[in-house]
Each structure stands twice: as structure tokens, then as C-alpha cells.
């Protein structure tokens, strides 16, 4: 166990549905990345937030947002879903956001 | 754009030999690197980093070269195990803000 917990573990839906997929940092740690692990793709960085303030933006789409609370448990949210957002969707958290980070063990998203 | 790959997408190894995974980088700016291992069903573990003032680390049976030179970046992994077999990746950034994930190496152990 890393420490970051992420849920749901997996997700079925359908296009054109909208999902939150949350996470959950290791204790102590202020900072939450979310990343998109999809075949063709690797590993995609979409967002970083900081004790609940945006620090960095990556290839997100629109339809996806993310926010951290004040408990800093994140929240990402996919909205009209397509096909091509079925992925890995992985968070990651670290304590300044200058050093490597610890990962969750992902949700695994099927879009049908 | 930035770009981080592998020059090889797969590498098999007799179990003991030691294993050389390798990466470029193509920003120059990129003054963080990092080492990611992921096992089939789990999230990228974390290896071993190095930040550009320095060209090599050590860990536990890990090393992380870095020739910012050529902007290349190497993994070595002393007597490989089984329990090796994995998918690593390398990772760049400028900090740890917004690292940039190469495409990964699957490393397999022969018996």
C-alpha cells in the first residue's frame, strides 16, 4: 500500500455520461497529480494542485476539471465521455511538489 | 516539443546479469529525473531520482546515470531478479511540478 488511495477501482459507463474519480493523499503530503495511462499514450500528465490551488495544467481536455479540497482529497471529474477516455487514470502525491511522488494504484476507466 | 523516450521498448535478461535500461530527454531545461517501475495491475513505483547537479546515484541495487551532455539517462539494475520483470519508466521535469513520462521499457527475466 502506497499510502494514496484512489476510488473508484474501476468504472464502467457510458458515452456521454459524466464520472468523479477521487484521491486521496498520503498523510502529510500537499500536493496531488493526476495523470492518464492509456496504451497508445503512456503516461499523461493532466493536472497538479497544491494545497488546494492549481500549480500546473497538462494535456486536459475541457470536458475533464479536477479541484483539491481543504482536506486535500482531490477530485477529478470526466464529463462527456468518449471512447477514446477509457484509461488508467492515476494520482500521485508528494509532500512540496519538488521531489518524486508516490502513485495510487489507479482507477481503470471503460467507457462503452 | 519536450519528448522523453526509450531507445528500446523491450529488454530480456538471464535472471543474475545485470539489466541497462536507457532514455534520452529532450529538453534542456529539465533539471529532474526520475525512475518509475510499474508491475502489471499496480500504480508506477518509485525507483530512484537525480537532479541535474549531479550525474550519478546510487540506490539498492539501482544506479541512475545522467549525461546531460547528450541528454541521456540510464538505469542500471545490479544481479536482476525475478521480481524485476516490470515496466519501467523514465520521467523528466523542470522540478517535480509537471514531470514528462517516457513510453516505457518492458524488462523480462529469463530463468
Known amino acids: 500500500d502506497s499510502g494514496v488511495t484512489q476510488t473508484p477501482k474501476h468504472l464502467i459507463t457510458a458515452t456521454g455520461q459524466r464520472v468523479t474519480l477521487r484521491c486521496s493523499p498520503r498523510s502529510g503530503d500537499l500536493s496531488v497529480y493526476w495523470y492518464q495511462q492509456s496504451l497508445d499514450q503512456g503516461l499523461q500528465f493532466l493536472i497538479h494542485y497544491y494545497n488546494g490551488e492549481e500549480r500546473a495544467k497538462g494535456n486536459i481536455l475541457e470536458r475533464f476539471s479536477a479541484q483539491q479540497f481543504p482536506d486535500l482529497h482531490s477530485e477529478l471529474n470526466l464529463s462527456s465521455l468518449e471512447l477514446g477516455d477509457s484509461a488508467l487514470y492515476f494520482c500521485?502525491?508528494?509532500?512540496?511538489?519538488?521531489?518524486?511522488?508516490?502513485f495510487g494504484s489507479g482507477t481503470r476507466l471503460t467507457v462503452v | 516539443g519536450e519528448s522523453v523516450g526509450l531507445h528500446l521498448p523491450t529488454l530480456s535478461v538471464q535472471e543474475g546479469d545485470n539489466s541497462i535500461i536507457n532514455c534520452a530527454y529532450s529538453n534542456s531545461a529539465s533539471d529532474y529525473f526520475i525512475w518509475y517501475k510499474q508491475e502489471s495491475g499496480k500504480g508506477p513505483q518509485f525507483i530512484i531520482d537525480i537532479r541535474s547537479n549531479m550525474d550519478k546515484r546510487q540506490g539498492q541495487r539501482v544506479t541512475v546515470l545522467l549525461n546531460k551532455t547528450v541528454k541521456h539517462l540510464s538505469l542500471q539494475i545490479a544481479a536482476t531478479q525475478p521480481g524485476d520483470s516490470a515496466v519501467y519508466f523514465c520521467?523528466?521535469?523542470?522540478?517535480?511540478?509537471?514531470?514528462?513520462f517516457g513510453q516505457g521499457t518492458r524488462l523480462t527475466i529469463n530463468p
Open positions: 500521485a502525491s508528494s509532500v512540496n511538489g519538488a521531489d518524486g511522488y508516490t
Open positions: 520521467a523528466e521535469g523542470e522540478g517535480a511540478q509537471k514531470l514528462v
